[in-house]
Each structure stands twice: as structure tokens, then as C-alpha cells.
């Protein structure tokens, strides 16, 4: 079998692999940048120098072609999805009606990975976007459902189904008050991250909950929006030095890694796309990022925060820069 | 407690440090590499798991893969790859992984396999 090695603009190489395994990475949009290329992983040349990976890149499909196959592949995970809502979780997990809880999570994790959002690549069709997160959420719900059943020692039955797609799941406490009222222009914003007005901060009420008094200093009425969205979490957070550690305390989450941690009454699925303004009002700046939730403690873990953490998908250099330049500034302040 | 060193191969070394705090509370030995050739260079005892990226700078996955094996036959290998395709799986279980993880990757799900490597 004829061997390749295939190297991207980070300077990253796969291989060797078979013509066949660079095709089918093409075709589905997995590999679009193709930089050097090489049949011995010793000499390499530019991808024009190997006719035969030229064609593959050549003959990609079109993106009409990309965006039709996937509005198809939409249409066939919301089938899927529509049989599985009100079977019995063990036939959709294919398992014994007295499987364990260990099988139920093995059996879920190979099923939900199917239609992890991260999956999708970036251009694709909203529908398939839409498609996947709705079985995402509904496999993780059911899940969550099965393991509350077991537990109780009572067997596991259908997750009640109140719609034809379950809605995002509500949610629990909201300390994170105001949540702003949709309006019709949030309902139809489109994908990307749109400005708008800063929400006037609110004040701390009644039902927030005490301050963390842990490692994690901030407070719960310093964010100021929280909002979920169809397919999205935004999050609009005001940065003051006293809550700047939020980008420095967690290990896994935090500036250098490229995230932050969120410490408080809520926490994100695992995977959750989250879009986040940074709203810096001391210096009359906003930073807008959109990252997923790569850290979640919901409680289960008394020595670690409550709350999640993020990863930055998309963030400026300009604006790391700053908000680095910001967490030095406000360490400096510290008493 | 479980038993076994465990070397973790990948080049984000955020995929790196998010392994090593899933699997730091089992009693492994955790050991870190950059890429293939960092992994090799290795000095000491072989390692019982290898976790491995596909795609990685210098020496890529593949080609570590199979010089892990020459190397390290009793090492386990799972390739780890955010790369979801069934014919580059198959073709790296050809080549000789134990089997694979794609990102990304729940706990629950790393731990459980790391298990199943180890006890096959």
C-alpha cells in the first residue's frame, strides 16, 4: 500500500498513512491544509510535486457539495434522534434491561461521540450544527436520568419526553442574575458574536449565594449576563482585579493554557460552546471570545471550586496580550 | 490501585496536562513526550501504556507507532487523534495500536480504557 506522509501549517505531520486515508480526510473537510508532502517522511516537497494528493485536493467537493451532504446527514441524525426519544434507555444503548451503570456509561460515551459539536467542522451547515447538538443534549440528559434511576434503585425507564427535540436543559440556579429577557433580535441572532449594549451590572440580591471564600475570590453578582442560546452559552462577565483569577488560579483552565475558570453556582456540560465578553470597565474595553467548557465540577468534588472552565477557540492575540498585561497589573495591586 | 507507567505523546501540551490530571489519582506512573521523537529519545525502564497522538510535529504518530513497537513490544499503545476517520483508525490498529480515543475525551472514558489497555 503506497505511503504518505502529509504535513499542515503548523508544522504538524501524519504519516504514513494510505492515499486513501488522505481522501477521505479531504473529503470531509477534516483536512483542508495540506502544506508539504512527502512518500518517505524524509524528502518533502510541495503538495504540487505529488499529482495524485494535488487531485485529492483538486477534486474536494465543492462547499455546495460539503453543505447538501450535510443538510442530508441533518436530516438523518434528527430521524435517529426521533427514534430514540421514548425508547427504552437499554435498547438505545443496545444493552441488557439490567445493564450496570458502568455498561450504560461505556455504551453512552461511544454513542454521544457521534454527535459531539466538535465533530462538525467549522463551515458546516447550521442544520447539522443544530442536529448534532440536539442528540448531544438529549443523549447527555438521558444519561444523567439513568444514573439519578440506578441509583435509586429503581429501574431505568424512558426519558420523559416533552417535546419532538428536547430544549436546552434548564438552568438549576441562577445566581448569575440578570439573566436578560430574550428579545426577537437575540432569538434570530446568527452564529456569530454580535455586539451589544453592555447590561447595566446588577446589584446583589437576596437569593445570591455567599461569596466563595476558597482560592477562588470573585463573586457570583460580578457577572453580568448569562445567557443560554440555541446552541451556545453567552456569558458576559465584568473583570475587576479583584476577580482577575479567574484567568490564573485554575491548573487546567487559565490565560497561559488559553481559558479561564469560572467559579461559580452554575457548571456547563463538557463541550459546551460558549461565547464570552470580557467587559474590562476600568479600562473602557471589551474582549469577545468564543471557547468550550473543557472543565466541569458540579459539586462532586468538595476540594475544587464549583463552576467551569473554557478554552478559547477563537481570542486575538492583541486581546491575550491585554487581558495578560491586565492579570500582571492587578497582581501588582494586590494588597 | 492500578498498576503501570503510562506515557502520554502529544504536542498540545494542554491534551498533555488535561491526561495527567484525569489520570493523576490512579496510582500510575505518568510520563510525558512532545512528540514521537522526545518519545523515543526516552530513557528507562518501558513504559506499560503508551497514549499517542496521530498528528504531531517532527515524528508524527504513525511512524512512532511503529518504532514503539519495535522498541517496546510489551508496551500498549492507544492512538488518541481528534482525526475521526474509521480507514486512519483502522490502518493505525494495522500498524499496531491496542486501540484509540478521539477527541475529545470524557474522563470516565479515558480512565476506563487506560484500565482495559493495562489489564489485556
Redesign the interface.
Known amino acids: 500500500m503506497a505511503e504518505y506522509w502529509i504535513g499542515d501549517a503548523d508544522g504538524r505531520v501524519l504519516g504514513p498513512v494510505s492515499l486513501d486515508v488522505v481522501q477521505d480526510l479531504v473529503n470531509t473537510g477534516r483536512l483542508t491544509q495540506i502544506t508539504r508532502a512527502s512518500r518517505d517522511g524524509q524528502s518533502w516537497g510541495p503538495p504540487n510535486a505529488y499529482p495524485e494528493v494535488m487531485a485529492l485536493l483538486l477534486n474536494a467537493p465543492p462547499p455546495e457539495a460539503l453543505l447538501q451532504s450535510e443538510r442530508q446527514e441533518a436530516a438523518r441524525v434528527r430521524d435517529q434522534l426521533r427514534t430514540m426519544q421514548g425508547r427504552p434507555p437499554h435498547e438505545i444503548f443496545r444493552l441488557d434491561r439490567n445493564a450496570s451503570v458502568d455498561a450504560y456509561r461505556n455504551a453512552f460515551f461511544k454513542l454521544v461521540k457521534r454527535f459531539y459539536p466538535d465533530r462538525v467542522r467549522a463551515q458546516a451547515h447550521p442544520d447539522l450544527r443544530k442536529a448534532y447538538a440536539d442528540a448531544f443534549q438529549f443523549l447527555s440528559r438521558l444519561m444523567v436520568h439513568i444514573e439519578r434511576e440506578l441509583d435509586a434503585g429503581v429501574p431505568v425507564s424512558p426519558l420523559p419526553t416533552i417535546r419532538a427535540v428536547p430544549p436546552p436543559p434548564p438552568l438549576e440556579d441562577e445566581p448569575l442574575t440578570p439573566v436578560p429577557t430574550p428579545t426577537p433580535l437575540l432569538k434570530t441572532r446568527p452564529m456569530s458574536v454580535v455586539p451589544r449594549r453592555p447590561t447595566p451590572l446588577p446589584r446583589p440580591g437576596p437569593g445570591v449565594p455567599p461569596p466563595h471564600h476558597g482560592r477562588y475570590s470573585y463573586q457570583p453578582h460580578e457577572f453580568v449576563g448569562f445567557e443560554r442560546l440555541d446552541d451556545r452559552v453567552e456569558v458576559t462577565i465584568r473583570v475587576t482585579a479583584r476577580n482577575s483569577g479567574m484567568f490564573t488560579e485554575h491548573p487546567l483552565a487559565n490565560l497561559k493554557s488559553g481559558g479561564f475558570f469560572l467559579a461559580c453556582g452554575k457548571s456547563l456540560p463538557l463541550g459546551t460552546l460558549v461565547d464570552v465578553v470580557f467587559r474590562f470597565d476600568s479600562e473602557r474595553r471589551e474582549v469577545r471570545s468564543r471557547g468550550r467548557v473543557i472543565v466541569e465540577n458540579t459539586g462532586g468534588d468538595p476540594h475544587k471550586p464549583h463552576g467551569f472552565g473554557v478554552r478559547f477557540i477563537t481570542l486575538v492575540e492583541q486581546d491575550r496580550s491585554f487581558m495578560q498585561q491586565f492579570v500582571e497589573r492587578a497582581a501588582l495591586a494586590q494588597p | 490501585m492500578p498498576d503501570g507507567s503510562i506515557l502520554i505523546v502529544d504536542?498540545d501540551?494542554?491534551v498533555r496536562?488535561?491526561l495527567r490530571?484525569m489520570l493523576a489519582n490512579q496510582g500510575y506512573v505518568l510520563v510525558e513526550a512532545e512528540n514521537g521523537r522526545a518519545a523515543l529519545d526516552r530513557q528507562g525502564p518501558p513504559p506499560n501504556l503508551v497514549l499517542l497522538d496521530?498528528?504531531?510535529?517532527?515524528?508524527?504518530?504513525?511512524?512512532a507507532l511503529g518504532q514503539i513497537r519495535d522498541r517496546w513490544p510489551s508496551a500498549r499503545v492507544l492512538v488518541i487523534t481528534?482525526?475521526?476517520?474509521?480507514?486512519?483508525l483502522e490502518?493505525a490498529m494495522q500498524a499496531g495500536a491496542s486501540g484509540y480515543i478521539?477527541?475529545?475525551f470524557?474522563p470516565?472514558?479515558i480512565a476506563?480504557a487506560v484500565e482495559r489497555a493495562l489489564a489485556a
Open positions: 504536542d501540551a494542554f496536562t488535561l490530571d496521530l498528528l504531531m510535529p517532527q515524528m508524527s504518530g504513525m511512524e481528534s482525526m475521526d476517520s474509521e480507514r486512519l490502518e478521539t477527541k475529545p470524557h470516565v472514558e476506563s
